[in-house]
């Protein structure tokens, strides 16, 4: 049931207005002043303002201009007297969804009030839609639908406001520095610094001063104090990239840190305290790095607390389609062609979900950004893409990957279930359109669905 809040001066007019409005089944507030309309606001959820235009103290478009503060989308419909019909098209110029001039027609009256209301609805099922879309397929810059995806959602809401010290595994390109920030901005460290240091980029050396800072003279050109990265993350999170390129040296100092909480600049003797919260990333397994002797198990267990599992980009397809879309929309401000780019090409798109993406997510984020450049029309063609793609799509069926002793018939099968899958996913499931893509009868394709048992609809293929 809707709610509307009635707003006039006239003691009268909102019981009379109440009692029609009542009768059609939405359920009403009153207020007799706009300081009073605030305040039901503030405490009450309200679907539409029905407010008088003058009133004293605040009058209508003063209490327009505090409720679009309030809520831009909540619609407002002014009752105006004879006369004031200027001041009403000021208030609809500043927001204001219509008006109305007393006295008033009852039909009028809710003829305007069921196209408010609806419009709202029609505004509160789109932010329902958005904030399912933010739950379900997004946390902060990370986006994903696949069920992998949102149990690292899940897993990040989780961990977020704990301190404990978290170990991002995954290849390069996946997005660990992204499931970072998404942490330390969800947590409550997040008005501190973020600061992010990659092992791999610097000389052991480098590195022991870039972490841990250094005093004046400590070596040839430390011409002053600096302070490293742990210093400057106090009371934030430091970020440290690549973790298992650390040095034995640099892993024991390391995990004095984590045990004392304390440290020494390079060349200095004083002892400085840091609050941080340690996050590591890895493109490498590290349990097998400690099994090999490469890196220290006891550092392993103070880093590994909660440990996160990013998987490749191949291994969550179902993501590839919807991170594409959202790359065409962040570089679509840059695209200097005249056409903005609407879809792609479904040879484009088989492609995607062919391809091995060594690169994971930052390769596809780099495919589309070329593309967005090189595409003359509103819909990115495999002319648009890098050579290497175009020959992984006109590539033929490599009969070295089958076993020489394979069975035809179970070959084939095998073949067949494969592309049935592949075109009712580039189909969204709509049998009709993956008919047509294998160049069968919707018909035959049901009798072949059946057969190998695939769940179709709101199930996904097995």
Known sequence: ???????????????????????????????????????????????????????????????LEQIRTRDPDLPVIMMTAYGTVEKAVEAMQKGAHNFIQKPFDNEQLVIFVKKAVAMFNLVKENRNLLNTFRRQYRFG?????SKSMRTIFELIRKVAPSGASVLIEGESGTGKELVAKSIHFNSPRNEKPFIAVNCAALAE???ESELFGHEKGAFTGAASTRKGRFEVADGGTLFLDEIGELSQNL?????????????????????????????????KRLKEEVAAGRFRDDLYYRLNVVRINLPSLKARDEDILLLANHFIKKFADERQASKPVKGIDQAVIRMFYEYTWPGNVRELENVIERAMILCPGETIQLSDLPRDFQENVSRPLNLKNIAEDANLNETLALVEKMMIKRALKLSNNVQARAAAVLGIGKSGLNQKIKKYDLEIGSKQAH
């Open 1 to 63: 049931m809707e709610t509307i809040l009635i707003v006039d001066d006239e003691k009268n007019y909102p019981p009379i207005i109440s009692t029609v409005l009542e009768g059609e089944g939405y359920e009403t507030l009153m207020a007799n002043s706009g300081h009073q309309a605030m305040g039901i606001l503030k405490n009450s959820d309200v679907d539409l303002v029905l407010a008088d235009l003058k009133m004293p103290v605040m009058n209508g478009i003063e209490l």
């Open 141 to 145: 810059s990370i986006i994903g639908k």
């Open 205 to 207: 050396t480098l590195l």
């Open 251 to 283: 892993q024991v100092k390391l995990l004095r840190v984590l045990q004392e909480k304390t440290f020494e600049r390079v060349g200095g003797m004083k002892s400085i305290h840091v609050d941080i919260r340690l996050i590591t990333a890895t493109n």
